[in-house]
């Protein structure tokens, strides 16, 4: 039987861009797997951490034995890995995220052996990401295992597969198909696999040792589906190779038996019926330790997803650990699985090459999760344009590949914002997905359903969900009044009030993903006085702390009762009333004030007490709803100060969007009169800016290096700001063209 070894502990790492001869001797630190370089340096912000190929080394002891094979497993090197066992070079691996195995029985030998790893996340053409809004980590930052087999075993050099795979048909008079492939490598006489499917207790209910050994057939009777979070009941497929009866090998699979589909109107159904999808999207990285993550935090994210109440996770924007998929397994989240086939377009042979590579290894080695309905192809590529024509054969190829592996589930796309609905880059997987952030970086918030309503309408046929949204929340800043951009705790928690809201009305959305579940590392972002993070969890990095919009959330999707007062974090206030919000999934709250009861409300999620009486100094404001109670401490001062106000938002703030790098410092924007800072929806509601405006953006497509605007597109952006939308297409603020539109919409009184 196969023999599995960790060998993640004591390995030098040489901090140096040498080569492979000079590694085997030079001196490093040691560390243990998982481990980045980047764990800091990644989060602090100016976009400088360090992208460049290093080494690991590490002296692995073992004794051969006769007629096994030997290789050697990673689960996952930043970005590029190579590969060298006692100064041989075995194998290169691109691709940052996934299992690859190399053999290496004929360079290892009995006793001391020296493994040699260059792990590369410099800037390249040739494996995404490149540009993406996240810290790209470098380092061997998952699990590395020696695995020891017979010299016939299953197959562990197909793309990091695990050998077996399982497809189970759940058939509409509630038995269930299911197929088991196996697959073995070098084939000899005598050979027997013997398939075994064991329930959740273990027992044995269904067996076969099939004439043609590399797959069976079996029928289940009465399968006890998987059934979301509510039930999601696994099984167990077993393959044992036997030789001349003897067994020498054994993969298995945990599966589950479930069916879905997804309709343009009733969204989501899962095992037939609707079931919505409403969940967050997750990085895979944590303060301080970058994508270097163990079980532990893999499980506490896990928990914290599984306290929200959501139902799916975006497992964004590339391959995460394969232990996550197996938590959204046995915890029964739908997942949305994707490559990071992202932003900017590269047009190489070998970038293609990459994003079926990825997409290949994707697939196979997660075949077998039943949490899996989704394969995303691509985010947000069309930022650089979408008339590429290599653009939209690349998509193609990922998506065709897509339906060739596996065709029991759906592809899918995270669509930019103002991709024009009807560009090829917008509808080619079987469902569709937008990334909108009306409220945040563009636009009202009521802007949002405004969109979604008019999309449903105009395109009935196709399945739409929102793959993101979302607003930055920063715990250091509050306010009374809170607005778009002032990074505050409570604009964030009023976003996704109004967010839960709207989806909660709209069945038909296949799914929505909050962006994100956690605060994560973006070393590129300077924003709202933070360096070097995307804000826009529901968590902090740390996960120590849940923003107040985690409860709104809560009371949407989670069936257990809670109550929650917003606002603990804005301690100190002028007030001698102040407003209280809390949230709630019961009907009834009561206010508490020092002790004494102030007020009951009746409601639906959210509670507003206006006018609640505070003393100088501290109090303490409780609520009991049911048979739970919260509790927070408000601290009244004399006179307001200024602490919880972001002051210099030019140091951050106000970013158009994370692309933005315009600045229009030099145009002037007088009061009353149009610029491009005005939404085109305002610009065209009058005859002369609208005709300006158009005249201007039909010379500017020309010369777009980004997307050129269509009509369509226009329409779809009307609560864009002009200024957005010439970023979109690429084309600068200092640009001459740009300056001329800006001084003519000047000229036109409001
Ligand atoms: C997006 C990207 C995501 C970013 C997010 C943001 O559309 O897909 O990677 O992090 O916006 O926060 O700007």
């Known amino acids: 039987m196969r023999q599995i070894t960790s060998i993640n502990a004591d390995w030098i790492f040489i901090k140096e861009n040498i080569s492979a001869d000079n590694a085997m001797t030079a001196n490093g630190d040691k560390v243990n797997i998982p481990h980045t370089w980047n764990n800091l340096d990644g989060q602090d912000g100016g976009g400088d951490y360090i992208r460049d190929k290093f080494w690991y080394r590490k002296e692995l002891n073992i004794e051969i034995k006769e007629n096994k094979k030997y290789f050697i497993e990673f689960e996952g090197v930043s970005c590029i890995a190579n590969v060298y066992v006692n100064n041989t070079h075995v194998g290169e691996h691109i691709g940052g995220f996934s299992t690859f195995r190399f053999d290496i029985t004929n360079q290892l030998k009995n006793g001391q052996n020296t493994i040699l790893v260059q792990a590369d996340n410099t800037v390249n053409q040739k494996t995404y990401p490149q540009v993406a809004d996240f810290t790209f980590f470098g380092g061997i930052y998952r699990n590395v295992n020696i695995i020891e087999v017979a010299d016939t075993h299953f197959d562990l050099e197909y793309c990091g597969a695990p050998g077996i795979q399982v497809t189970p048909v759940l058939n509409e008079n509630g038995t269930c198909d299911i197929n088991v492939k196996s697959f073995v490598s070098n084939i000899v006489n005598n050979l027997t696999v013997k398939y075994s499917i064991y329930d959740a207790e273990n027992n044995l209910v269904l067996e076969d040792t099939p004439s043609n050994m590399t797959e069976t057939n079996l029928t289940m009777e009465n399968p006890h589906l998987w059934n979301g979070i509510e039930d999601p009941y696994l099984y167990r497929a077993v393959a044992t190779l036997y030789l001349n009866d003897v067994a020498i090998d054994e993969v298995s699979a945990n599966f589950g038996v479930r069916s879905f589909e997804v309709d343009p109107n009733k969204g989501f159904i899962l095992n037939g019926k609707p079931y919505s999808l409403r969940g967050v999207s997750r990085h895979q990285d944590r303060e301080d330790m970058g994508w270097a993550l163990t079980t532990k935090e893999h499980d506490e994210d896990m928990e914290l997803i599984r306290e929200v109440g959501a139902n799916t996770i975006r497992l964004a924007h590339y391959q995460h650990d394969q232990y996550f998929y197996d938590l959204c397994d046995k915890y029964g989240m739908v997942v949305w699985a994707e490559i990071p086939f992202i932003s900017v377009f590269m047009n190489t042979e070998e970038a293609k090459q990459d994003t079926l590579n990825q997409m290949k290894e994707l697939i196979v080695q997660n075949y077998n999760h039943p949490s899996i309905c989704f394969w995303g192809v691509s985010n947000e590529i069309t930022m650089k344009g979408d008339k590429d024509e290599a653009l939209i054969e690349n998509l193609n190829a990922v998506n065709d590949l897509a339906h060739s592996l596996d065709k029991t589930r759906k592809t899918t796309v995270a669509n930019l914002c103002i991709l024009d609905p009807a560009s090829p880059a917008a509808t080619y997987p079987d469902i569709i997905a937008y990334n909108h952030y009306f409220g945040w970086y563009m636009g009202e918030l009521t802007q949002n359903e405004d969109w979604i309503d008019d999309y449903h309408r105009r395109f009935p046929d196709r399945c739409l969900g929102i793959s993101e949204y979302g607003a930055e929340g920063i715990l250091k800043w509050h306010s009374d009044d809170p607005k778009v951009k002032d990074y505050s705790e409570e604009y964030h928690a009023l976003y996704h009030e109004h967010m839960a809201k709207i989806f909660d009305e709209r069945p038909f959305l296949w799914a929505t993903y909050v962006w994100n579940m956690f605060d994560f590392a973006a070393d590129n972002r300077d924003e709202g006085g933070v360096q070097g993070r995307n804000n826009k969890g529901l968590i902090t990095y740390d996960r120590k702390i849940k923003k107040d919009a985690f409860y709104i959330y809560q009371a949407y999707w989670a069936t257990k009762p809670m109550v929650h007062i917003c606002g603990r974090r804005y301690v100190n206030r002028a007030h001698e009333a ?90 002037e924007f007088p009061e009353g009169y149009f610029s491009i800072k005005d939404t085109f929806g305002n610009i065209f509601e009058n005859e002369a800016a609208k005709e300006v405006a158009l005249k201007a953006l039909e010379e500017l497509n020309e010369n777009a290096e980004g997307i050129p605007m269509t009509e369509e597109m226009l329409d779809m952006a009307s609560t864009m700001t002009l200024m957005s939308i010439l970023n979109f297409m690429g084309i600068k603020c200092d640009n001459p063209q740009v300056a001329k539109l800006n001084e003519q919409l000047n000229k036109i009184q409001k």
Do not use: Q
Request: aromatic share 6%.
């Open 578 to 667: 102040t407003t209280v919000k809390v949230y709630s999934n019961l009907n009834s709250v009561t206010l508490l004030v020092n002790g004494e009861e102030f007020k009951t409300l009746e409601g639906n999620k959210i509670f507003i007490f206006e006018n609640v009486p505070l003393a100088l100094g501290e109090n303490t404001i409780s609520v009991k709803a049911g048979d739970l109670t919260d509790e927070i401490k408000l601290n009244r001062i004399e006179e307001a100060t200024d602490e919880y106000v972001l002051k210099d938002t030019a140091a951050g703030g106000n970013v158009e969007n994370w692309i933005d790098i315009t600045t229009g410092n030099m145009l």
